[in-house]
């Protein structure tokens, strides 16, 4: 392919991700770029930017992913399709309508756009984490494969398990999907004090994050590989977007590295029952050295971000002349008036979010204000657990989370039994009566607990770790009914739920937030 020009068409190329991965991959001299950009004020910024530094080798059209026409414009002649646009919180849970038009039905005109083509381009989807739902210390690590469980009132997160669904379910040819992790960026700090978003990080949360700078060199390095012909076993296989080893810690942590910027800590600025103590995401990643052993892009750590970030913002050092008390009532306690944050739910007697980030306003009640009665998981305070030995990679095998059925086969000795196997483990059935051994891609019949039958491929269920469609609704989270009857499930759902629980959580027509 040498001296060949290649086309990649992107989504979200505006958004932090997406202008790291514009910079990065248009270090390839053979890559041309078109992308398609909502109008806004930035997107404009960015075009005259970008004509200036490229010229044309970026071709910029102003349209919608709502539009079939607009992403059938955007795919066609082209080689290579990155979809990174997303509606994510906060905005994700202001304008839900917004976030379903890019998360659902964005992916889906993408898709068809592409499936309508007699030459396909090959497409990478961007996912995220959020589809996992909550973790906590119990089991901290997670892989490709565990159980799909957005959080409730999660309309984000649930969105792109639903348009990844699409992806998975398509009929085109080559495709990747990448499930990103939190993303760290430079304006991250600034970013997260104008909304009671932050609030909704638990402080025991497992975080493996991962920079904007890392996804860009990773996507660059795909194509680039791709293009070298040096890409085998990628294509058709679903991967974890993590920052591995050196980005691995707590919500706790990180605020406090965060507002160590500013001469504070968590401690300091905020009080414990600030927070959500479930119904968050992020775990720590325990394959995602698999596209580092492939692309290589992990760099720095944790701590040298936030100290390029210090470096790059000297007047966070004017802070540190303010007390903490100051800080404190000037930035965060507003935010607890903020009709996103968890304390404001409390205070109006919203029953719905309260039970599902705390249980109960009583549980909420026993959290208190002292930190001296707060168990933090990365201090080594909560009984029976040791932070030290639960964060190394070693660990991670000892709360590996099954899956159903023999992963210790090689893949082309899949078997119908192994079907039936993971079919029972979710409480379903295989319904299939013939399969061909080692046939993971040719879609086959199930059946859940409550009776839905549906079609998917035996990768999209043992492998990528989605089940029923039909028991995953947009504003619609019936988890502790389905825990019940399904052990995949329940194995992860009872670390931060009781099994008395019995909410069915959804948000009405009008936007409000119920529990039944």
């Known amino acids: 392919m040498e001296n060949k020009m290649i086309t990649v068409a992107m989504t979200g190329a505006s958004g932090n991700m997406g202008q790291a991965v514009v910079k990065k991959t248009m270090e390839l001299d053979y890559v041309q770029l078109r992308l398609l950009f909502v109008e806004g004020k930035r997107e404009r910024k960015l075009e005259k930017a970008w004509k200036k530094q490229y010229g044309e080798r970026v071709e910029i059209f102003f349209g919608n992913m709502k539009e079939f026409e607009d992403c059938r414009k955007l795919v066609e002649n082209t080689d ?46 961007i996912s995220t984490v959020a589809i996992y ?39 085109i040819k080559t495709w990747a999907v990448l499930r990103q992790t939190g993303m ?4 991250l700090l600034m970013a997260n004090i104008s909304d009671g978003l932050m609030f909704h990080t638990c402080l025991n949360v497992p975080i493996e994050w991962a920079s904007d700078n890392d996804s860009g060199v990773l996507l660059r390095n795909i194509i680039a590989k791709d293009y070298e012909g040096k890409n085998r076993g990628f294509w058709k296989r679903v ?12 919500g706790y942590e990180t605020f406090d590295m965060g507002f160590g910027m500013i001469g504070g800590s968590v401690e300091k600025f905020m009080k414990p029952n600030w927070h ?5 995401h992020c775990m720590w990643f325990s394959d995602s050295d698999e596209l580092e052993r492939k692309f290589h892009f992990q760099s720095k ?18 802070a540190k002349i303010l007390p903490a008390s100051a800080i404190s009532a000037m930035i965060f306690k507003p935010l607890l008036r903020d009709k996103n944050s968890p304390y404001r739910w409390i205070r109006e007697g919203n029953e719905g979010r309260t039970n599902a980030f705390f249980g109960s306003k009583e549980q909420w009640e026993a959290i208190g204000e002292d930190w001296n009665n707060f168990d933090v998981w990365n201090k080594n305070q909560v009984k029976g657990h040791d932070y030290n030995r639960e964060i ?12 159903g059925y023999n992963e210790n086969k090689p893949m082309s000795e899949l ?7 993971a079919a029972a483990f979710r409480g379903g059935k295989c319904l299939a009566k013939d399969f061909k051994k080692g046939d993971w891609y040719t879609k086959v019949e199930w059946e859940c607990a409550e009776g839905h039958r549906f079609k998917a491929s035996p990768y999209t269920v043992l492998k990528a770790g989605h089940w029923c469609p039909h028991c995953i609704q947009q504003s619609h989270w019936d988890f502790d009914r389905l825990a019940k009857k399904n052990p995949f499930y329940a194995q992860i759902w009872y670390d931060t739920h009781s099994q008395k629980e019995d909410a069915h959580y959804y948000i009405d027509r009008k936007g409000n937030s119920m529990v039944a």
């Open 276 to 280: 959500a103590t479930r119904n968050f």
């Open 184 to 187: 760290l960026y430079e304006k």
């Open 239 to 250: 991967f974890n977007i993590g920052g591995g080893k050196a980005y691995r810690t707590t």
């Open 392 to 403: 190394r990679h070693s660990y991670a095998r000892k709360c590996r989370l099954s899956h």
């Open 80 to 125: 290579y399709v990155v979809n990174m646009a997303a509606i994510i919180p906060p905005m994700a849970d202001k304008y839900p309508e917004l976030a379903r038009d890019v998360n659902v039905t964005g992916v889906k005109n993408v898709v068809t756009a592409i499936e309508s083509l007699p030459i396909q381009p090959k497409f990478i989807h």
């Open 301 to 318: 750590s944790l701590a040298e971000f936030w100290d390029d970030v210090k470096n790059k913002n000297k007047y966070f050092a004017l």
């Open 133 to 171: 739902g909550n973790r906590d210390y119990n089991h901290p690590w997670g892989r490709v494969g565990d159980p799909l469980m957005p959080s409730a009132y999660d309309e984000y997160g649930t969105g792109k398990l639903i348009g990844e669904r699409y992806v998975l379910d398509s009929e």
């Open 415 to 421: 078997s119908l039994k192994d079907l039936q196997d």
